[in-house]
């Protein structure tokens, strides 16, 4: 729940960072734990959405995780390209695991049912939609270069152009990883 004196920390907080910075925007959401499970909240600019580059990983390895228990295998079923994904930040394994969970690649727009492909593009978004956790994000992309190329093209170009590229926002991404640390 919002707390005055988390949100006065916050704000005061923020202000003596940006003080000897030479950029103006840093939005900010602080979640503090209370006696009896409260969490106690403070956030500046918390709604704004934002290119979140390589923050999506988060979201697309508890995805991932999510599939690989829903298709009945271990959780960990492709840590083999999770691990890379969030200890190395490496693009190339995003790309295989956004394909994996999806269940479709990159392909040219020729012939294809593009809305189709983006729904099952989507498996992210309606996994976090499901669970409250997507609110006005997104996560849908890969992160380039990646598997399928050094820069959007073909299906993926398209999913950008329509679907938007992904934001996060500093209240989403704390209430994912509330929801990540409290199961």
């Known amino acids: 729940r ?4 988390v949100q006065q920390a ?3 907080a923020r202000a003596q960072f940006l003080a000897g910075q030479h950029f103006d925007r840093l939005d900010v959401t602080v979640l503090l ?3 009896g499970g409260l969490w106690l909240s403070g956030s500046v600019g918390g709604d704004r959405p934002w290119y979140p580059a390589s923050c999506v990983k988060l979201g697309f390895a508890i995805a991932a995780t999510h599939w690989c228990a829903a298709h009945g295998n271990a959780p960990d079923c492709l840590d083999a390209s999770v691990r890379p994904m969030l200890q190395d930040s490496d693009n190339v394994a995003t790309g295989v695991v956004v394909d994996a969970i999806s269940g479709v690649t990159n392909g040219p727009i020729e012939g294809a049912d593009f809305d189709k492909w983006l ?3 989507l498996y992210t978004e309606d996994f976090l939609k499901d669970h409250g956790l997507l609110g006005s994000q997104r ?4 992160t380039y270069p990646t598997n399928s190329g ?5 299906l993926e170009r398209l999913a950008l152009e329509r679907h938007g590229r992904n934001s996060m926002t500093a209240d989403g991404s704390a209430q994912l990883m509330l929801a990540l640390v409290t199961g």
Do not use: G, H, S, T
């Open 119 to 121: 729904a099952r593009r």
């Open 33 to 35: 734990a209370a006696p």
């Open 10 to 12: 916050v704000e005061d």
């Open 150 to 154: 050094e820069m959007p093209q073909a």
């Open 139 to 142: 996560l849908v992309n890969k």
């Open 2 to 5: 919002d707390d005055a004196r």
